[in-house]
Structure formats: structure tokens, C-alpha cells
T-cell receptor, first 112, second 117 residues
């Protein structure tokens, strides 16, 4: 069964610190993996997309990595800011049945 | 830049009542989607419309109907609301440039928070 699991469920860090969020998936074959940011009370917003052939992609202070062999992705946030407080959701596109498999997200709280 | 607009933002219904959630996008996107988001779970696709004039069932379609009114608008109807349909409902849209709809970024509205008593 195609699944996407994210860890940790929630994370609290101090402003200015770095953090890494994990995404493990069993989707195969897949065409791409995308990370979304969802602020409280808002809809998700796409942060970055990675195809199966890419290893690393950056978007400002956000860096996503992908290891297609181990079926793992991570989202690294550098020098966190209060505005980074949000849920971060990993989504994998399954080619076999044209589905998007959504993870449950990691809730990140940045404390001053 | 309105993007995707959903109405209403909040709604409380009694069991058995019906209602329609409205969604409109101004990005000239071909594809539109309805999701529900429940605590501790990933977004689940209810219905989608890959292009104007077509609709297809997603992962959890039971108890819902949709209408793609035109390219801009995609509505979701609950015919007889049940407490299990208490959730946050999101509408999204995406373009289809350069690939399948599953490869495109989706643009979301801010959701409708629906409680059914």
C-alpha cells in the first residue's frame, strides 16, 4: 500500500536554530515528491518539488533532500524564524494509479 | 491576487441537513480538487475535475457530490450531512503545463471549517 509517513509529529525549537523534518514513503514508482507549508488556518503552499533523479533542492532557508534508494526525504530549515511556525507536509505522486499520497505533516513551533 | 476563494469559511449544520461549499479560482487553471483534512491524517481527496466538463471520484467520495460549473468554479455538496463529515474542507486548483495533473503544484484556498451536530 502506498504510504507517506512523517516524523516527528511535532517539534519545538528556539528561534535561530536549525531543524530537519523527515518523510519516509513506500510509493513506487513515483514521479515527484513535494513539500508544502501550511500556516495555521490557511491552505497548504508549495515549497519545493523534487523529481526521482534529484538529490537536493534549496528554496531560501529551506533545503530538501531525496534518497530514492532508501525512499526518504528530509526538509532542513536553517536559522529558523518565528514565521516558520507551521505544519510541513510531504506529498508523493504515484505514477501507477495517478494519485497524490499526502503525509499527515509535522507541526513545527518556533519559540522566541 | 485572490487565487482560490472558498465560501463559507465556517458552517455548523445539523445531521441530515444539506449544504453546498463554493470554490472559485482566478488563475485560469484547468484542474480543481476538493479535499478534507482531519486531525492526525493527511489530506484526503474527495473529488477532482481534471478539466472543465469532467469530474472523478477521489479517495473518499461517499456522501458528497460535485459540480464543475465552469472553468472557474467547482462546488461540493453534502446531501444529508453526518457527524463523520465534520472536517476542514479545502479546494485547490492546478494548471497542466508540462505534464500530468499529479505533477503540478496545487494552489489551495483557506478552507471551510464544517461542524455537523
Amino acid at each position: 500500500k502506498n504510504q507517506v509517513e512523517q516524523s516527528p509529529q511535532s517539534l519545538i525549537i528556539l528561534e535561530g536554530k536549525n531543524c530537519t523534518l523527515q518523510c519516509n514513503y513506500t510509493v513506487s514508482p513515483f514521479s515527484n515528491l513535494r513539500w508544502y507549508k501550511q500556516d495555521t488556518g490557511r491552505g497548504p503552499v508549495s515549497l519545493t518539488i523534487m523529481t526521482f533523479s534529484e538529490n537536493t533542492k534549496s528554496n531560501g532557508r529551506y533545503t530538501a533532500t531525496l534518497d530514492a534508494d532508501t525512499k526518504q526525504s528530509s526538509l532542513h530549515i536553517t536559522a529558523s524564524q518565528l514565521s516558520d511556525s507551521a505544519s510541513y507536509i510531504c506529498v508523493v505522486s504515484a505514477i501507477s494509479n495517478y494519485q497524490l499520497i499526502w503525509g499527515a505533516g509535522t507541526k513545527l513551533i518556533i519559540k522566541p | 491576487n485572490a487565487g482560490v476563494t472558498q465560501t463559507p469559511k465556517f458552517q455548523v449544520l445539523k445531521t441530515g441537513q444539506s449544504m453546498t461549499l463554493q470554490c472559485a479560482q482566478d488563475m485560469n487553471h484547468n484542474s480543481m480538487y476538493w479535499y478534507r483534512q482531519d486531525p492526525g491524517m493527511g489530506l484526503r481527496l474527495i473529488y477532482y475535475s481534471a478539466s472543465e466538463g469532467t469530474t472523478d471520484k477521489g479517495e473518499v467520495p461517499n456522501g458528497y457530490n460535485v459540480s464543475r460549473l465552469n472553468k472557474r468554479e467547482f462546488s461540493l455538496r453534502l446531501e444529508s450531512a453526518a457527524p463523520s463529515q465534520t472536517s476542514v474542507y479545502f479546494c485547490a486548483s492546478s494548471g497542466t503545463t508540462g505534464g500530468n495533473w499529479i505533477d503540478q503544484p496545487q494552489h489551495f484556498g483557506d478552507g471551510t471549517r464544517l461542524s455537523i451536530l
